[in-house]
């Protein structure tokens, strides 16, 4: 018989070739188009956030002359700054409806708006604002200085086209003719949007003035948690792994030991704030709302993927290396310290740094514990203030502001998962950094 006809060529392809390179072709494609959908999801994702919260990095303003009455502020002409701290806002607002009077006839504009109604346009904030200023400069009265001030949520939102003329219909925080005026005054260059540093280094505002919102004394409370954290959680998570790994006998404690650490990371995250709230705030009476507190409640959570990691680094060192060193006389402490740490050093920084980045974006546990929006207004001006003193952290603020009603709140929810991002994506940055810095080959 031919032997073509006994053995077959390999260059003709037998119909089980053929199904199974029909498989890897089909099995390829299923991950191309895996990929294809992940990447479009990512784009859709971003493309939402930053279409929806961009717009909390600008912000309406109206700047205007405003007339520093001598008869309003300082009767007595003394500039003693205790009776003009006595002059509440109320005293402040005649004065802000004559300047926009002023401005409307300076730019020839026509207006039924009563100055009352011209006034609901400017954020309640206005009258502070300028209050502020003349208690801080009291030698600026019977002056006319300029200012400005933010307009509030509608009109603010009708220039970045969240409001507009139909949905302000059962509206009764602006009318039609505030609009009409809006129109005008934007082009007369008075009223203006711009960036908004406010609210990046801002604080969280009333329900009355979200157009005044910031989210900057929240990133100070994030801060100082992350410092707890990378304080306690690096030396504790690192010192427990290299005596789990390197040191400690293989028994049954160790054995219950780890099998308890790998389920404490599996442990969401709400137990962590009930353990937090029962132990540092009810039992040993720690200030409630604190970066403190929530430094030591996201350290018990952090630790068992610091820990995790940081075993997987030092088991990935060949035990030659530690085969060598201990043959050269090193002992077993310098034989981990001197040799098996640094080569390890490199995933245990990377894993500290993802443990870090999934705390800073945790929330429950940080409202079991107070850290909710509203509680501070000014920057912590000591380590101690920023620990100690109540305060927010960004994920809880951003949870605030998205179940707050007005719209200007929901629109600075999405620019902080902006800056929240931003976090993120530099501290995994960062990882990837000092992994490729201080990795070694062997």
């Known amino acids: 018989m031919p032997t073509d006809r006994m053995h077959p060529s390999i260059h003709v392809q037998d119909a089980h070739t053929k199904r199974r390179n029909a498989a890897e072709r089909r099995f390829k494609a299923y991950g191309v188009i895996a990929i294809a959908i992940g990447l479009a999801m990512l784009v859709t994702l971003l493309f939402t956030i930053l279409s ?69 346009m400017l954020s309640k904030s206005a009258a502070s604002q300028l209050r502020a200023f003349v208690i801080k400069n009291p030698d600026k009265i019977g002056q006319t200085v300029e200012f400005r001030f933010l307009a509030n949520s509608r009109i603010d939102g009708y220039l970045k086209g969240r409001v507009n003329r139909q949905s302000i219909a059962n509206d009764k ?43 900057g004394v929240a990133m100070m409370g994030s801060l100082f948690m992350m410092l707890v954290v990378l304080g306690l959680a690096l030396p504790i998570g ?12 293989k028994n049954w ?26 132990v540092f705030i009810n039992y040993m009476h720690l200030p409630q ?13 952090t630790l068992p993927t610091i820990i995790i ?31 098996v740490l640094p080569l390890a050093a490199p995933g245990i920084l990377t894993g500290t740094i993802i443990g870090l980045a999934q705390a800073l974006g945790e929330t429950a546990p940080l409202l079991l514990i107070g850290m909710i929006g509203f509680i501070a207004s000014n920057m912590p001006e000591t380590v101690a203030e920023g620990l100690l003193s109540p305060n927010s952290a960004m994920p809880a603020q951003i949870y ?32 990837v950094i000092l992994r490729r810095r201080f990795e070694r080959r062997w």
């Open 253 to 278: 404690i160790t054995d219950i030991i780890e099998v308890n650490i790998s389920n404490l990371a599996a442990v969401p995250s709400i137990v962590f704030g009930i353990l937090g709230l029962a």
């Open 400 to 431: 605030e502001w998205a179940k707050r009603a007005d719209p200007a709140f929901y629109e600075r929810a999405w620019g902080g998962i902006i800056i929240l991002l931003i976090f993120l994506i530099s501290m995994n940055t960062l990882a």
């Open 52 to 120: 929806k919260g961009t717009g909390a990095f600008q912000q309406t303003f109206i700047t205007m002359q405003v007339e520093l009455l001598e008869s309003k502020l300082d009767k007595a002409g003394d500039r003693d700054l205790e009776k003009i701290k006595k002059v509440t806002t109320f005293g402040y607002a005649p004065l802000i409806k004559s300047a926009l009077e002023n401005v409307a006839q300076a730019n020839g504009i026509e207006t039924d708006l009563k100055p009352k109604d011209m006034a609901k």
């Open 309 to 339: 990691s940081t075993r997987a680094s030092l088991k990935a060192v060949p035990p030659s290396i530690r085969d060598a060193a201990l043959g050269v006389g090193a002992s077993k402490m310098q034989a981990v310290f001197h040799h």
């Open 289 to 301: 709302s604190a970066p403190l507190v929530g430094g030591l409640v996201l350290t018990l959570m």
């Open 173 to 215: 925080n602006v009318t039609p003719a505030q609009l009409d005026f809006s129109d005008q005054l934007k082009a007369a260059g008075v009223l203006k949007k711009t960036f908004n540093i406010d609210f990046i280094i801002g604080a969280d505002a009333s329900d009355q003035r979200p157009e005044a919102a910031g989210i």
């Open 238 to 249: 690192v010192a427990a792994s290299i005596y789990l790994e390197e040191f400690a006998p």
